[in-house]
């Protein structure tokens, strides 16, 4: 069995920074690409940022220069750190990672979430 766990939500002021964390532990084998998404209420959820285990990385278009993504492969962590925050992101964060665990198939897991509230 795989789990990831987030941390690091909580409030801030606009323009504030946040940053959150994300652990993936279990019977590992191997983890693709892990992310970062959103959701806000009543809409869908919707991609912030992945990184590949090459390193490779992808931002959603609203958070370039605002947001980064990190990873530590050798932790099997991924970290996303929020600056300049907007009271439209106020959002759960999920982390996302693709793992190779039992039996070499790899599926897609999710983190149960972590809360972020911009006020303004």
């Known amino acids: 069995q795989v789990q990831l766990v987030e941390s690091g939500g909580g409030l801030v002021q606009a323009g504030g920074s946040l940053r959150l964390s994300c652990v993936a532990s279990?019977?590992?084998?191997?983890?693709?690409?892990m992310g970062w998404y959103r959701q806000i209420p009543g809409n869908e959820r919707e991609v912030v940022a992945t990184i590949t285990g090459g390193g490779r990385i992808n931002y959603a278009d609203s958070v370039k220069g605002r947001f980064t993504i990190s990873r530590d492969s050798a932790r099997n962590t991924v970290s996303l750190q929020m600056n300049s925050l907007k009271p439209e992101e106020t959002a759960v964060y999920y982390c996302?990672?693709?793992?190779?665990?039992?039996?070499?198939?790899?599926?897609?897991?999710w983190g149960q979430g972590t809360q972020v509230t911009v006020s303004s």
């Open positions: 996302n990672a693709d793992v190779t665990s039992t039996g070499w198939v790899m599926r897609t897991y």
């Open positions: 279990g019977r590992i084998f191997g983890i693709n690409v």
